[in-house]
T-cell receptor, first 112, second 114 residues
Framework: DAGVTQTPRHEVAEKGQTIILKCEPV?????LFWYRQTKIQGLELLSY????????DGGAFKDRFKAEMLNSSFSTLKIQPTEPKDSAVYLC??????????FGPGTRLTVL | GDSVTQTEGLVTLTEGLPVKLNCTYQ???????FFWYVQHLNEAPKLLLR?????KRTEHQGFHATLHKSSSSFHLQKSSVQLSDSALYFC????????????FGKGTSLTVIP
């Protein structure tokens, strides 16, 4: 089985830009998660989908972060507008029925 | 709500020594699973161990952990660390409350030196 794929692997954006990160979950998985990872905060949940329905929208991240799942095999995370404090690694993970999460390799975002 | 606590942020050990990474949790639910993930530098987190059975030892790749519901703990141990064990280790729990709630600890960075 192919694992979780994420593109791009690296992204550099100017402050105020809009960026879109992409994720393809493991085939057959019905849960999809977006996380932000920093050394200080660790893993922070941004969004959680179950069977394409948004279950968790990340509370404090709602205003500039929007995740969508257009079909069961593709999800996007839009950050608009970007700020320097958004510089982090963004991880996508998928799972099936309350089991272990499989993580993608992540997108390293740098906002100048 | 549920929470996971990893008390050590950074651990540095000499190769060959034992290691114990602490993980305690709080949850109001009984139907819960526990995980340890390992993340090597510039790689994705990967599952290391999983358990949902009280007092049962789980082992993988030389690491082991035992879920103790009486003390709300799921500590990770290894008898002899290797240089390749240097990584970030996350403890996590998942409770089945109708939809999945997954909680991660902040992680413990383990560095093994020669």
């Amino acid at each position: 089985d192919a694992g979780v794929t994420q593109t791009p692997r690296h992204e550099v954006a100017e402050k105020g830009q809009t960026i879109i990160l992409k994720c393809e979950p493991v085939s057959g998985h019905n849960d999809l998660f977006w996380y932000r990872q920093t050394k200080i905060q660790g893993l922070e949940l941004l969004s959680y989908f179950r069977s394409k329905s948004l279950m968790e929208d990340g509370g404090a991240f709602k205003d500039r972060f929007k995740a969508e799942m257009l079909n069961s095999s593709f999800s996007t995370l839009k950050i608009q507008p970007t700020e320097p404090k958004d510089s982090a690694v963004y991880l996508c993970a998928s799972s099936r029925d309350w089991d272990e999460q499989y993580f993608g390799p992540g997108t390293r975002l740098t906002v100048l | 709500g549920d929470s996971v606590t990893q008390t050590e942020g950074l651990v540095t050990l000499t190769e060959g020594l034992p290691v114990k990474l602490n993980c305690t949790y709080q949850t109001a639910y009984s139907d819960v699973a526990f995980f340890w993930y390992v993340q090597h530098l510039n790689e994705a987190p990967k599952l290391l161990l999983r358990s949902s059975t009280d007092n049962k030892r789980t082992e993988h790749q030389g690491f082991h952990a035992t879920l103790h519901k009486s003390s709300s703990s799921f500590h990770l141990q290894k008898s002899s660390v290797q240089l390749s064990d240097s990584a970030l280790y996350f403890c996590a729990l998942s409770d089945n409350t109708g939809y999945q709630n997954f909680y991660f600890g902040k992680g413990t960075s383990l560095t093994v030196i020669p």
